[in-house]
């Protein structure tokens, strides 16, 4: 017997492609440093993620399995649908990482070339898409990062935000469906720090998958719909949706992402900060 005609038909549920599922994952350094220790985790393509934490939590411990530079030391994880080790182990790591790119918090890691316009060429020349073609995402590249007068430049002559903006650059110059991005906006100046979120906007709007670690609260709703908080007992304390989280104060504080003094004696506010260093002296 078939539904009666005119019934409502019951929608189809939203396919969802995973991108990373993680299952108890751990991570322990080689000195025996546990840097994760149970992650349990699915993210799915086109989401936008921030992931918080205290220093030490395990924000680019996470970013680098995800980035299949490093391999889980327990539990199961799959990216992209490959069995991650795999992925770190070198195989099949060349078209992994035309879909996955991670922009590292310290942009000296990034950086290895003569110059900026070098770095920036590599991932494409390492592709071997055709000369204009590689030209043409350069370009693109030092545009969205404001810094086409750097490409001459030695990265090692940089300033901390002009290499930060060249490590950025490096990455976007892939295109990767995949962007995990450690720290971003950490040492931007104000300006070029909304250059990137609306850039970061944009790249979500146009499907990609976003995992940005920050320690910048109010860029979250920005550039996330989702956030997920590591605990300092390096596993998932919360997940929920930017408005959840940043409205729990109590959760806030627990993982030391906000503290009271700072926050509830409104830091912002450099009149009361002047009243609060006149009553410590
Ligand atoms: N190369 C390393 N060797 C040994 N231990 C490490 C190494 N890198 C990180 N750790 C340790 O692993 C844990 C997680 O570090 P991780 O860098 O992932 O934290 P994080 O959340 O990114 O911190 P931050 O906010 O300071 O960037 C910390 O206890 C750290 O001391
Ligand atoms: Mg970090």
Partial sequence: MGDPIGAPVEP??????????????????????TALDGIDLRIDRGERVALLGAN???????????????APTGGTMRALGRDI????????????????????????IQLFSATVLDDVAFGPLQLGLPQDEVRARCD???????????????????????????????????HPDVLLLDEPTA???????????????????????????????????????????????RRVLADG?????????????RANLIHPHLHEQGATDLSRLHDLRRHEV
Wanted: no cysteine.
């Fill in 241 to 253: 949706t930017p408005a959840e989280i940043l409205g729990d104060h109590d959760l806030l504080i």
């Fill in 187 to 233: 040492s931007l100046d104000p300006r070029t720090k909304w250059v990137l979120v609306n850039l970061i906007r944009r790249l979500g709007e146009g499907g990609k998958t976003l995992v940005t670690a920050t320690h910048e609260l109010d860029i979250v709703p920005l550039i996330a719909d989702r956030v997920v908080v590591l605990g300092e007992n």
């Fill in 12 to 33: 189809a549920p939203p396919v969802r492609d995973a991108v990373f599922e993680l299952h108890g994952v751990r991570y322990a350094y080689a000195n025996r440093q």
């Fill in 140 to 174: 693109e590249a030092l545009r969205q990062m404001e810094i086409a007068h750097l490409a001459s430049r030695a990265p090692f002559e940089l300033s901390g935000g002009e290499k930060k903006r060249a490590a950025i650059a490096s990455v976007l110059s892939l």
């Fill in 85 to 108: 080790a795999a992925v770190a182990d070198g195989q099949d790591s060349f078209r992994f990482h035309r879909e996955v790119g991670l922009v590292f918090q310290d942009p000296d």
């Fill in 56 to 70: 030490g939590s395990g924000k680019s411990t996470l970013l680098k399995l995800l980035d299949g530079i490093v």
